[in-house]
């Protein structure tokens, strides 16, 4: 999740947690008038404007992003143990009703059930307990407790219900912790699979002996690029032959023959600018795609790899006189790929029977 996603969201749970002050603010103030909360009007208007003020100072922190300053964005410990101090506050204040308002600390500690560690749900849980005790032994010691019994009956019920509240904090967070490093280890599996993925859309696309597109890809990628012409733009194409290959294997070996492969493959990726597309169309054949290139680009080109391939020695092999032969045309806005190709197999044809080591355009024999 991004930044502002995460401080959405703080944002959303902060709301949640002040409708609930509200809701307990109602309470409160319905407790006032049925004569079930002890304090004066005054004091039920002090306690209700710093409960908002409190409030309205958490808004202001997450509005801002203040809250990010702290380790723990969220403010969750801070937000229960506000709320778990106006309770005990509240609760302190109450007749024969207080066991009604009981139910606010189980909403507050709910409160942080997710984002508390457990050691600081416990803290606040025991806070709670011992809050409520020291109310009741207080009025106890001072013989304010109406009906003791209930008073007994209410700090039982309250202990029963925070231990229940710890055993499922702890059961939630070990899920969460379980569940937290199954997605860890999903996320994982899915980050191989999509190596793997990539691997093997890698090997469909490459060609394995020159580490060159094969066929397939390139007439994926050449047909893409025919299909985002614009106008007015022409692409260069050429077929390249390696002379004499078949020589080359039957006197030297095809391991030596797959040297002078990835040789070429070597020296034509040096030649080449970046876009331009190089694949393996098969056996010792090639095939470039130079993308808004002219007659006159293209040729300089070819000519280029021409002369680099004739200068390449092979080392620990005793091959001489290293050339190739090279077909070209043009491609233009509405031009069929197949018809391209072989345009630029039959200027291929021509280069080498006109002696090879050289490159022939289709456009030439247009002329012609």
Not at 239 to 251: A, G, S, Y
Not at 308 to 314: H, I, L, R, S, Y
Request: aromatic share 10%; glycine share 6%.
């Amino acid at each position: 999740m991004t930044h502002n996603a995460i401080q959405r969201l703080l944002l959303k749970r902060f709301a949640l947690a002040a409708g609930t002050y509200a809701l307990a603010l109602l309470l409160l103030w319905l407790a006032y008038f049925t004569g079930h909360y002890e304090e004066s009007l005054l004091a039920v208007a002090v306690g209700s404007s710093l409960v908002v003020i409190s409030q309205a100072t958490l808004f202001a922190m997450f509005y801002c992003g203040w809250n990010q300053r702290f380790s723990d964005p969220s403010l969750t410990e801070a937000q229960v143990l506000l709320g778990l101090g106006w309770q005990t506050w509240l609760i302190a204040h109450l007749d024969e009703a207080r066991g009604a308002f009981l139910v606010f600390y189980v909403l507050i500690l709910l409160f942080g059930l997710f984002h508390l560690s457990r050691r600081a749900f416990v803290r606040c849980a025991l806070l709670v307990f011992f809050s409520f005790c020291a109310i009741t032994l207080w009025e106890g010691y001072h013989f304010q407790l109406q009906d003791p019994a209930m008073a007994v009956l209410q700090v039982c019920v309250l202990l029963i219900v925070l231990l229940w509240l710890v055993l499922y904090a702890r059961y939630v967070q070990a899920s969460r912790q379980l569940m937290r490093q199954r997605r860890f280890a999903l996320q994982a599996h899915q980050d191989t699979l999509r190596g793997m993925m990539r691997q093997l859309e890698d090997l469909v696309a490459t060609d394995e002996l020159t580490g060159l597109f094969n066929r397939r890809h390139f007439l994926r990628l050449a047909s893409r690029e025919l299909n985002a012409m614009d106008a007015g733009v022409v692409h260069g194409l050429a077929l390249i032959d390696l002379d004499h290959f078949k020589r080359i294997n039957d006197v030297h070996g095809h391991a030596a023959g797959d040297q002078v492969l990835q040789a070429f493959a070597s020296v034509a990726t040096a030649c080449l600018r970046d876009g331009d597309v190089l694949a393996r169309y098969g056996g010792e054949e090639f095939v470039v795609l130079l993308p808004d290139c002219d007659a006159e680009r293209l040729t300089a080109c070819c000519e280029r790899l021409r002369i680099a391939f004739t200068d390449v020695e092979m080392v620990g092999l005793n091959v001489r006189n290293l050339s190739l032969s090279a077909g070209m045309t043009l491609l233009e806005l509405g031009d069929d790929l197949d018809d391209a190709l072989q345009r630029a197999d039959q200027a291929l044809y021509r280069a080498k029977r006109d002696g090879r080591n050289r490159c022939a355009a289709a456009w030439e024999n247009a002329d012609a």
